[in-house]
């Protein structure tokens, strides 16, 4: 069974900082990854996905690719109340996602 | 990105009965995915529905339960039968807007918020 490992949080962070969310998967062969955002009540929002080792640039929001130490990480750059909610981290295994358990973002104003 | 038009949003239902969920694409896309979301929970796979074939059902999931259908490109419907309060949860649907095999993500609709009582 492939797996996706997320700390379940919450992460809390003050408003202004840098958050990091960290993701492992258990397929080395896994070739894409996503982020996504769900606010509470809210259905999944696609934030980004990355496929290449290193890192993928998209406004305040870096994500980072490991292939050989299969992780893939999420950082938010000067994190804003509206930032809170919950990040899932997916990996497509064949033509399917399969979604981490999210971890919980809490941006104090 | 593709719209998807989920409904209903949400539902009340007595346990034993069906409840039909709709999920309506504003554009042609090869396949459409039904996901659970337990209270507190992430998303789980039940099955992918591909126009003119039968769905194909994630391990735990069979078709007697949650019977399918996809009679055309841009619409399909996921129905939960013989509900019970285990069933309780939200359902989405999503599909790959970008089209087959592509690394772009997927889209999802709004979800149906269903509780069996």
């Known amino acids: 069974q492939k797996e996706v490992e997320q700390n379940s949080g919450p992460l809390s962070v003050p408003e202004g900082a840098i958050a990091s969310l960290n993701c492992t998967y258990s397929?080395?062969?896994?070739?894409?990854f996503f982020w996504y955002r769900q606010y509470s009540g809210k259905s999944p929002e696609l934030i980004m996905f990355?496929?290449?080792?290193g890192d993928k640039e998209d406004g305040r929001f870096t994500a980072q690719l490991n292939k050989a130490s299969q992780y893939v990480s999420l950082l938010i750059r000067d994190s804003q109340p509206s930032d809170s909610a919950t990040y899932l981290c997916?990996?497509?295994?064949?033509?399917?996602?399969?979604f981490g358990s999210g971890t919980r973002l809490l941006v104090r104003p | 990105s593709a719209v998807i038009s989920q409904k209903p949003s949400r539902d009340i239902c007595q346990r034993g009965t069906s409840l039909t969920i709709q999920c309506q694409v504003d554009?042609?896309?090869?396949?459409m995915f039904w996901y659970r979301q337990q209270p507190g929970q992430s998303l789980t796979l039940i099955a992918t529905?591909?126009?003119?074939?039968?769905?194909?059902?994630e391990s735990g999931f069979v078709i007697d339960k949650f019977p399918i259908s996809r009679p055309n490109l841009t619409f399909s419907t996921l129905t939960v039968s013989n509900m019970s309060p285990e069933d309780s949860s939200i359902y989405l649907c999503?599909?790959?807007?970008?089209?087959?095999?592509?690394?772009?993500?997927?889209?999802f609709g709004s979800g149906t918020r269903l509780t069996v009582v």
């Open positions: 999503s599909v790959d807007s970008a089209g087959w095999g592509s690394n772009y993500g997927y889209t």
């Open positions: 397929d080395r062969g896994s070739q894409s």
């Open positions: 990355i496929y290449s080792n």
């Open positions: 997916a990996v497509k295994d064949s033509y399917k996602l399969i």
């Open positions: 554009s042609q896309v090869t396949m």
């Open positions: 529905a591909n126009q003119g074939s039968e769905a194909t059902y």
